[in-house]
């Protein structure tokens, strides 16, 4: 089992900027993914941001140029900068990671508000 501690959520104005970690329990080099999605109120849950462990970056068409996803292997953790944050960015936000055998792993969600 893989626990994840995700920190960095909040309240945040339209325009402005806020980064997520996300830690796992077990070493960063045995996921062969990490990521993010997102679930607004009565919406779907969608992918944000996927990197691999080759740090190949996917994302979704929504965030592209505004967020960036990245892992710190030293600290063992993953992050995803938001810049530039729209109302439609107001979400729930879940790390997640893959191992090598296709098994996911959750963080409990970090709530992000973007309102003025």
């Known amino acids: 089992q893989v626990q994840l501690v995700e920190s960095g959520g909040g309240l945040v104005q339209p325009g402005g900027s806020v980064r997520l970690s996300c830690a796992p329990s077990?070493?960063?080099?045995?996921?062969?993914?990490m990521g993010w999605y997102r679930q607004a109120p009565g919406k779907e849950r969608e992918l944000v941001a996927t990197i691999a462990s080759g740090s190949r970056t996917i994302y979704a068409g929504s965030v592209k140029e505004r967020f960036t996803i990245s892992r710190d292997n030293a600290k063992n953790t993953v992050y995803l900068a938001m810049n530039n944050l729209k109302p439609e960015d107001t979400a729930v936000y879940y790390c997640?990671?893959?191992?090598?055998?296709?098994?996911?792993?959750w963080g409990q969600g970090t709530q992000v508000t973007v309102s003025s």
């Open positions: 997640y990671v893959e191992d090598y055998g296709s098994l996911r792993y």
């Open positions: 077990r070493d960063i080099f045995s996921f062969k993914g």
